[in-house]
């Protein structure tokens, strides 16, 4: 198809997880194509101001109207690229906007996640996650074949004390998110 580009990366950003942060920063630097930014404008040093519900809200309104003029029709592939809070926004981007095609790595998603996430989605989560109940998920693992439960992890994704044991981590999810995208997707839907 003429006028068509390869990828539009875009990225949703945790309430405190800037774009800056590790999983966001090197899916940024290793999957080539166009990228959007979606930054909150929240310090990570900064405590909630707003109630959950009320920061979705506004995170989703700043996401609309930052992306509801782009053309995604120029590109082949999308890819959702988010974290906590921004799982929720993405999820519902994806919706009001008609991205059913795009591909979501979804990390660390929130209760308010749930009922968006499809099974072609790329997920990472832990039981040990305060901001989900992992009861709603788990008895889905078949459904969900991009999944991955972890037992031990805070919300994070970071090993407490353990600089090495996260950056093994890190390097860890990022091949499964990266295999993900490369192969394993297309082997599911053929």
């Given amino acids: 198809m003429a006028g068509i580009t390869n990828t539009l990366k875009i990225f949703f950003p945790g309430r405190r997880y800037s774009i800056d942060r590790s999983y966001l920063y090197y899916l940024d630097k290793y999957i080539d194509g166009d990228s959007i930014y979606l930054n909150y404008d929240v310090s990570r040093t900064t405590k909630d101001i707003l109630p959950l519900d009320e920061e979705i809200e506004k995170d989703f309104d700043f996401a609309l109207k930052t992306l509801q003029n782009?053309?995604?029709?120029?590109?082949?592939?999308?890819?959702?690229?988010?974290?906590?809070?921004?799982?929720?926004?993405?999820?519902?981007?994806?919706?009001?906007?008609?991205?059913?095609?795009?591909?979501?790595?979804?990390?660390?998603?929130?209760?308010?996640t749930i009922p968006y996430l499809r099974q072609t989605d790329f997920i990472i989560t832990s039981r040990k996650d305060k901001f989900i109940d992992i009861s709603q998920i788990e008895g889905k693992v078949g459904h969900y074949p991009f999944m991955t439960i972890y037992d031990d992890l805070p919300h994070s994704l970071e090993y407490e004390n353990n600089l090495y044991g996260t950056?093994?981590?890190?390097?860890?999810?990022?091949?499964?998110a990266l295999n993900y995208l490369d192969t394993a997707y297309k082997d599911l839907l053929g």
Avoid at 70 to 75: E, N, V
Avoid at 167 to 176: F, M, R, S, T
């Fill in 70 to 112: 782009i053309d995604f029709s120029k590109y082949g592939e999308i890819i959702l690229i988010a974290k906590s809070v921004g799982t929720v926004v993405a999820s519902k981007i994806r919706e009001k906007l008609d991205l059913s095609r795009a591909r979501f790595i979804c990390l660390t998603p929130l209760n308010e």
């Fill in 167 to 176: 950056i093994d981590l890190l390097k860890e999810n990022l091949d499964l």
